[in-house]
RNA sequence: GCAGAGAUGGCGGAGUGGUCGAACGCGCACGACUCGAAAUCGUGUUACGGGCAACUGUACGGGGGUUCGAAUCCCUCUCUCUGCGCCA
């Protein structure tokens, strides 16, 4: 959501925003929603207005009752009555404009930074730096389910079963690599400074709908039944909830986080489940990180955020590139958005195996999560952002092809060692 | 889950229908004193919105109601505390 004094004294600037994403449907948008803005504004005046009359005639009526004139009072409550009436309707109508200012201003995206490269859709994103170069095997790799079942690793059979299409039992070493990975992850972004925190994995609506966007919800989350709770579908919406409505002490910020969560989703829509493999599923788990700052250090801690990743899939010698998200592919809270991929042997092709983002005030605002900016005294919306550190069992799959030998083990790098028994390999059952 | 008590500014805590945006204390800011600091004294200090301004509105956990008028009365939801019950 920006803010309205924005859209007031720029107005352009925001329509050119909106072309830059080719959302061009939602220019009118802008125009209404000043509209509606001058309207609401109109209203006010005479709620104001009103209210104050009402305000002075209530006091009035105390003071008439304890002096004992009573026929006055009686004079002035029946005027206050019609003042009330007035109000009643006035307030009926403020609230209608309201209603529309805001889902007007909801859909209306983020400002983009300058340096995002505009393109209408994925294929317009823009590799920026690769990491570590192109593994090349010398011999064909399989496809992940096939490694992981020679590892005696998984197990799809029985999760169709017990939960449906979409989730797994991931067994032995290759569970064991699964939490190793995670363990890892932690305590890399602990030595980096970040605090560990382990949110709660459902959180309720007005905190849903402060992080994302309508039909991100519908896309999304699962909804417990009976009750106004979520199952999360990323720690972010824990962690970010977690300061909803709070003025933060300039001296807390900036707030750097690591959370672990498991991650519900209904991947409902475009692309669906892959029917193979564990790409796509309902359930996986994630270590995050999380900033907030003070605006004028997001882009600062953006970069390091999304090299922070890197710095944790080269340590453990996997290839990566970053891929900077055009301005059509971002979505609306977000000012600026680059994924991490990690390169696949098997595809000869990077896939995505995190994404880090600049969300600047959108989500503060939505949330009213501020600081007290102690050099103006005033309290200012923080800036948030958020990035993937790992999520397994995604990462798996670049794990295993990368690090598969020709003699069908898997090659544990030294850094995981320690969370893996000492051992350095996989071997396949016989 | 049941019963009782409670939710007020950055914090603690008064206030039970009108003079309350809210006593008092802490904290914070500024000033005085001091070589400097502590202590002390003084002044200021809720937030958000509308208006060029004068000024004005809203908010006492959330929502709804009663009333000319609600922090205060009623309903409801959420949360906290105490006791009982249950349980990793």
């Known amino acids: 959501m920006l803010d309205i004094n924005l859209i007031r004294e720029n107005p352009d600037l925001v329509k050119d925003n909106i072309k830059k994403k080719f959302q061009?449907?939602?220019?009118?948008?802008?125009?209404?929603?000043?509209?509606?803005?001058?309207?609401?504004?109109?209203?006010?005046?005479?709620?104001?207005?009103?209210?104050?009359?009402?305000?002075?005639?209530?006091?009035?009526?105390?003071?008439?009752?304890?002096?004992?004139?009573?026929?006055?009072?009686?004079?002035?409550?029946?005027?206050?009555?019609?003042?009330?009436?007035?109000?009643?309707?006035?307030?009926?109508?403020?609230?209608?404009?309201?209603?529309?200012?805001?889902?007007?201003?909801?859909?209306?995206?983020?400002?983009?930074?300058?340096?995002?490269p505009l393109g209408k859709d994925d294929s317009f994103n823009v590799e920026a730096k690769t990491f570590l170069g192109k593994h090349e095997k010398d011999f064909e790799v399989p496809y992940h389910l096939d490694i992981l079942e020679s590892l005696n690793g998984i197990d799809l059979d029985a999760a169709r079963r017990t939960s449906g299409n979409g989730f797994y039992y991931l067994t032995g070493d290759v569970a064991r690599l699964h939490s190793a990975i995670l363990s890892y992850a932690r305590d890399f972004m602990i030595d980096k400074g970040f605090t560990y925190c382990i949110p709660p994995y459902m959180i309720r609506s007005n905190v849903v709908s402060g992080v994302m966007s309508f039909e991100e919800m519908d896309g999304m989350m699962y909804k417990i039944e009976g009750e106004d709770l979520y199952l999360i579908g990323t720690s972010e919406h824990s962690m970010i909830g977690r300061f909803m409505g709070?003025?933060?002490?300039?001296?807390?910020?900036?707030?750097?986080?690591?959370?672990?969560?498991?991650?519900?989703?209904?991947?409902?829509?475009?692309?669906?489940?892959?029917?193979?493999?564990?790409?796509?599923?309902?359930?996986?788990?994630?270590?995050?990180?999380?900033?907030?700052?003070?605006?004028?250090?997001?882009?600062?801690?953006?970069?390091?955020?999304?090299?922070?990743?890197?710095?944790?899939?080269?340590?453990?010698?996997?290839?990566?590139?970053?891929?900077?998200?055009?301005?059509?592919?971002?979505?609306?809270?977000?000012?600026?958005?680059?994924?991490?991929?990690?390169?696949?042997?098997?595809?000869?092709?990077?896939?995505?195996?995190?994404?880090?983002?600049?969300?600047t005030d959108a989500q503060a605002r939505r949330l009213g999560i501020r600081y007290k900016n102690t050099a103006t005294g005033k309290n200012e919306f923080v800036h948030t952002l958020n990035n993937t550190v790992v999520a397994p069992p995604r990462m798996l799959i670049a794990f295993l092809e990368n690090h598969l030998q020709a003699d069908g083990s898997v090659f544990i790098p030294e850094v995981l060692r320690p969370y893996m028994g000492g051992k350095d390999k996989i071997v396949p059952k016989k």
């Open 246 to 359: 709070e003025v933060l002490p300039e001296s807390s910020l900036p707030q750097t986080l690591t959370s672990y969560s498991p991650c519900f989703r209904k991947e409902k829509g475009a692309h669906g489940l892959e029917e193979r493999g564990i790409y796509r599923i309902h359930q996986f788990e994630k270590q995050e990180m999380i900033v907030l700052c003070k605006p004028e250090e997001s882009d600062y801690w953006y970069e390091k955020l999304w090299n922070y990743t890197v710095e944790l899939f080269v340590s453990m010698q996997i290839p990566v590139r970053q891929l900077i998200c055009c301005s059509g592919d971002l979505a609306d809270l977000k000012y600026k958005s680059c994924d991490v991929e990690a390169w696949s042997p098997r595809q000869k092709k990077y896939f995505e195996v995190g994404s880090c983002s600049n969300l």
């Open 24 to 116: 061009d449907k939602k220019l009118p948008l802008v125009d209404e929603v000043i509209a509606l803005d001058k309207k609401k504004r109109e209203l006010q005046s005479e709620g104001d207005m009103r209210r104050a009359q009402r305000n002075s005639l209530a006091k009035d009526i105390g003071t008439l009752m304890r002096e004992g004139k009573k026929d006055e009072a009686e004079k002035a409550k029946l005027l206050s009555k019609e003042n009330n009436e007035r109000i009643a309707q006035i307030e009926a109508e403020s609230e209608e404009v309201e209603k529309q200012l805001k889902t007007r201003m909801m859909s209306i995206p983020n400002i983009i930074a300058d340096d995002v």
